[in-house]
């Protein structure tokens, strides 16, 4: 086979676009033939397996990406399996001269990677990782001293010293295909969608995943909701944000374009500042996932380790999961999140600080919730967050900040909008009545649609989760 035939491989996997993807750009450049694959690996070796609402994003996020590429003259192929050794076996069968792919963070990926990269230069191909996903690659982003911060701002005024992020690459207009017969599963086969029962039907009602999609809401993003961003962010009811962190998650867009796409919008400097200011703590979510692999499991500060946490009752647990505490922003956030597979960061805070405050559940259980039910659910983001929440994190809330859930409700759904959008039971009750339905006679009539009593005494709950606290630190 001539060099200039012999094909290039790129393993997609947190990076489903053919825009700004330098892996898919360097094979396109190459002039070689191109096979595209996707490996579900759900062995649990190389990370966490998919959680429910992130394998639902995947299926039609591969669909969509299979047919970008169609559409350019290859295709994806699609197999399951360990990884590393799938690709490989693609490397070789199809005897490829080049391998190429973005970078990953999880420690268990990037052991993977080593073996496809080991197994692909020993058959005779090279190999190139690039930087995709992030701005800057964990640990570039140093103080004076070359050490990592563990304090944001610091972290974001030195990232933003670094200069702009580079330019994002075009697609590749076209590709050329590889004509080679080659092993392919079909997507229905990878088993991603749920079906018994099939409870995606809120998702496929709120979400058009694939990085058509995503351009699509980054465009609408720009157009209605960035100009309030800056004074809309904390509102779950004003749905200023870009709802782009799923997409952001499976690569079907990236910082790259986000961060000069947002630069050229006609909006205030310190509105553009504000939005790029959270993607920075993206970046300092994986710069910590990197400082501590076990990010998901173990608390940052370890101090954590001896924190007593209450045993889970079960009943308790599920009312939470269900949105059915008796504490309507803490149901409402919890409900989104079960129909839509995504919900309002500050609501987030507020769900999670319940969980870790006021039911003084340990934090791992409620992250293993997120993980399942998020469409955004992120290796780095979502354990960063809750260990922020709990104040075990890097740069976290202090523990004794325990939200209260009225007084967010009050002040960030000030006419019970968000409330009364996701709990239907609240919808007839005035603002007041949204945020206190205890303080409403008629909720407790027998006649009135039912809505339970909270779970947990607000202001006990906080005591005991404080003299816990003051427990811990002896
Ligand atoms: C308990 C908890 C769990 C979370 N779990 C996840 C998760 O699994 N995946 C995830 O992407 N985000 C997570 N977040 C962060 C944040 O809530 C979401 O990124 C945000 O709500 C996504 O909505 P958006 O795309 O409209 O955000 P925008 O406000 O439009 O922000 C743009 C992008 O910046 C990033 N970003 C925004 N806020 C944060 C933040 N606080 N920390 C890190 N990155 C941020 C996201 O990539 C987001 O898409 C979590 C937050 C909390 C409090």
Same mark, same amino acid.
């Given at each position: 086979m001539a060099e200039q035939d012999a094909p290039a491989v790129v393993w997609f996997r947190d990076d489903l676009r053919v825009s700004d993807n330098p892996a898919l750009r360097e094979a396109a450049d190459s002039g070689r033939p191109v096979i595209a694959v996707y490996v579900l690996d759900d *062995?649990? #070796? /190389?990370g966490r397996p998919l959680g429910g609402a992130s394998r639902w994003w995947l299926h039609h996020s591969l669909a969509a990406l299979h047919a970008s590429l169609v559409k350019r003259g290859a295709s994806l192929l699609l197999r399951h399996g360990d990884a590393a050794e799938e690709v490989a076996d693609v490397v070789r069968r199809s005897g490829a001269g080049l391998l190429t792919m973005s970078r990953r963070y999880n420690r268990g990926e990037r052991e993977q990677d080593d073996r496809a990269v080991r197994a692909a230069e020993q058959a005779g191909a090279e190999v190139s990782l690039h930087t995709a996903a992030l701005l800057h690659e964990p640990g570039e982003v140093l103080n004076g001293d070359g050490e990592r911060f563990s304090v944001f701002s610091p972290f974001f005024r030195a990232l933003t010293a670094k200069g702009a992020p580079r330019e994002p690459l075009p697609a590749p207009a076209a590709l050329r295909g590889w004509p080679g017969p080659i092993e392919t599963e079909e997507l229905a086969d990878l088993g991603l969608l749920p079906t018994e029962p099939d409870w995606s039907a809120g998702l496929g009602e709120t979400w058009t995943p694939g990085e058509k999609g995503a351009h699509h809401r980054l465009e609408e993003f720009l157009a209605h909701r960035l100009a309030h961003y800056a004074d809309g962010r904390d509102l779950p009811a004003a749905e200023v944000t870009s709802r782009l962190s799923p997409s952001l998650k499976f690569g079907e867009i990236s910082p790259y374009q986000l961060w000069h796409r947002v630069q050229q919008a006609d909006v205030p400097a310190e509105v553009r500042t504000k939005f790029l200011t959270e993607l920075g703590w993206r970046e300092f979510d994986y710069d910590l996932l990197d400082a501590h692999p076990d990010l998901d499991t173990v608390n940052v500060h370890r101090g954590f380790d001896a924190f007593p946490w209450a045993d889970v009752d079960d009943e308790v647990l599920a009312a939470w999961q269900q949105g059915r505490t008796g504490v309507p922003l803490v149901d409402a956030g919890m409900r989104q999140l079960w129909h839509t597979g995504w919900m309002h960061n500050r609501v987030r805070m507020v769900t999670a600080s319940f969980l870790i405050k006021n039911l003084r559940y340990d934090w791992r259980v409620g992250e293993r919730w997120f993980w399942d039910t998020l469409v955004d659910a992120d290796p780095a983001n979502n354990a960063a967050q809750w260990q922020w929440v709990a104040g075990s994190g890097a740069d976290a809330a202090p523990f004794f900040r325990v939200f209260n859930p009225v007084l967010q409700g009050q002040k960030f759904d000030p006419k019970g909008e968000y409330i009364a959008t996701w709990v239907p039971?609240?919808?007839?009750? #005035?603002a007041k009545g949204r945020h206190e +339905?205890? /303080?409403? +006679? *008629? /909720?407790? #009539? %027998? #006649? %009135?649609p039912a809505y339970p009593a909270p779970i947990v005494d607000l202001k006990a709950s906080r005591q005991e989760a404080l003299d816990a606290y003051q427990r811990m630190r002896g």
């Open positions: *062995s649990g #070796d /190389t039971e609240l919808r007839h009750l #005035d +339905p205890w /303080t409403v +006679p *008629s /909720t407790l #009539d %027998a #006649d %009135a």
